[in-house]
């Protein structure tokens, strides 16, 4: 098993930045992605980040290249993943989710086995 839980959201006005953190343990080598994905209400969930814990490369939606920026610090069986959301848009509000797998297609949440309980993020304008 792995265990996921996110810390960071919060309430920002426009323009402002939040660095949402995903904490990973538990099983942790049996994954090898580790994804970002946002839900707003009425709306799928959107994959808009994701890194492949070895080797480190990464993956973003168009809708956030250039704000979002992911990244990782492992330590002794624990992985974490930090968002970092600059010029935030309330377009940008929702419940933020990390989620991890074995890989594929890191915007598919089908790909994803584990979940955090999200964290919400608002943007007031």
């Known amino acids: 098993q792995v265990q996921l839980v996110e810390s960071g959201g919060g309430s920002v006005q426009a323009g402002g930045s939040l660095r949402l953190s995903c904490a990973a343990s538990?099983?942790?080598?049996?994954?090898?992605?580790i994804g970002w994905f946002r839900q707003a209400p009425g709306k799928e969930r959107e994959g808009v980040a994701a890194i492949y814990t070895t080797g480190g490369s990464t993956y973003y939606a168009d809708s956030v290249k250039g704000r979002f920026t992911i990244s990782q610090d492992n330590a002794k069986n624990t992985v974490t993943v930090y968002l970092q959301i600059d010029s935030l848009q309330p377009e940008d509000t929702g419940m933020y989710y990390c989620?991890?797998?074995?890989?594929?297609?890191?915007?598919?949440?089908?790909?994803?086995?584990?979940w955090g309980q999200g964290t919400q993020v608002t943007v007031s304008s």
């Open positions: 538990g099983r942790t080598y049996s994954v090898f992605c």
């Open positions: 989620a991890a797998g074995p890989g594929g297609n890191p915007a598919d949440p089908g790909w994803y086995g584990y």
